[in-house]
């Protein structure tokens, strides 16, 4: 298993630095969606179908930002770690977490033996 070391700092940092840029933009412009309801949205006159698309369209932004918010929450957690070198190694048993893992999603903080321990006691918990 290839691992993190500290020659690959330069782009990790880059990775996420990125990341957190875009996550940022999204949120900022999330606010600033364009009217989807066309020509019925700017005349004042809408359906009950249009409500309703409206109000999915709503919730479906919602969860988007939710989810970056999260997101943005973990970036900034690794790049503390990267500062603090503590980065690539896995929070709960603190073996290093396999290279190709890193690539995919940077910002990860568990090894997969791991985080499938954690996404399973929380299906556990949502089941009860």
């Known amino acids: 298993m290839e691992t ?4 690959l700092m330069p782009r990790f940092s880059q990775l996420l630095v990125q990341r957190e840029a875009d996550l940022r933009s999204m949120l900022q412009t999330s606010g600033d969606l364009p009217d989807q309801m066309g020509d019925a949205g700017s005349h004042g006159v809408m359906d009950f179908k249009d409500v309703a698309m409206e109000q999915a369209l709503a919730t479906v ?3 988007k930002a939710g989810h970056a918010v999260l997101e943005l929450e ?3 957690a690794a790049r503390r770690r990267l500062a603090d070198q503590s980065f690539g190694y896995c929070l709960d048993c603190g073996e290093a977490i396999d290279l190709r893992r890193l690539t995919a999603l940077p ?3 568990l090894c997969t033996a791991c985080q499938a321990i ?6 556990t918990a949502m089941r009860r």
């Open 61 to 63: 932004d919602e969860a």
């Open 4 to 7: 993190y070391d500290s020659t």
């Open 74 to 76: 973990e970036v900034l």
């Open 107 to 109: 910002a990860a903080a």
């Open 118 to 123: 954690h996404e399973h006691e929380r299906a």
